[in-house]
């Protein structure tokens, strides 16, 4: 008789699973996909966010060297500020330059700042600081004469 019940055992559990077994299943995994897909659209935004920061810092980047090129090139340190637009890897960037002295005679801090889109309507992506010494070396009695687009150069 052992012999019997112990076929019979088998030959039910070879069958498949019960409808509760099924439900439980289908319960988790119910509970499950919705975070699952959550997750997945926060690593999608983040991804963007990341790719553009990195383009920020690049339209930054760019503009510290086009300034550092501009005074090199005018023997003319920038003083003052400047802002506009620029079209960068297919999309409008809007930075603003700003340029204070220091008080060390001859040195100015450079700080620009980048936001995505148009004017200061957009989120700040990225602030790059940097430190620039005046071509030549700074004299006294410097006249600074205001030139084109807010930039203020000494002479």
């Not at 897909?37 to 966010?49: E, K, R, W």
Request: with cysteine.
């Amino acid at each position: 008789m052992t012999r019997i019940r112990r076929a019979s055992c088998r030959a039910r559990s070879a069958r498949g699973f019960t409808l509760v077994e099924v439900m439980v299943a289908l319960a988790i995994v119910a509970l499950a996909l919705p975070a699952l897909l959550f997750a997945l659209h926060q690593q999608v935004d983040g991804t963007g966010y990341l790719r553009d920061k990195s383009l920020a810092q690049l339209v930054a980047n760019n503009k510290l060297v086009e300034l550092r090129l501009l005074s090199a090139a005018r023997g003319e340190l920038l003083r003052g500020s400047d802002s506009g637009s620029e079209e960068f890897a297919g999309r409008p960037w809007y930075w603003r330059l700003e340029s204070t002295p220091t008080q060390v005679q001859g040195f100015y801090r450079v700080e620009i700042t980048v936001r995505v889109g148009e004017e200061d309507g957009g989120p700040l992506l990225y602030s790059l600081v940097a430190f620039l010494a005046a071509p030549g070396g700074e004299r006294q009695g410097i006249v600074a004469r205001q030139r084109a687009g807010g930039f203020r150069f000494a002479s």
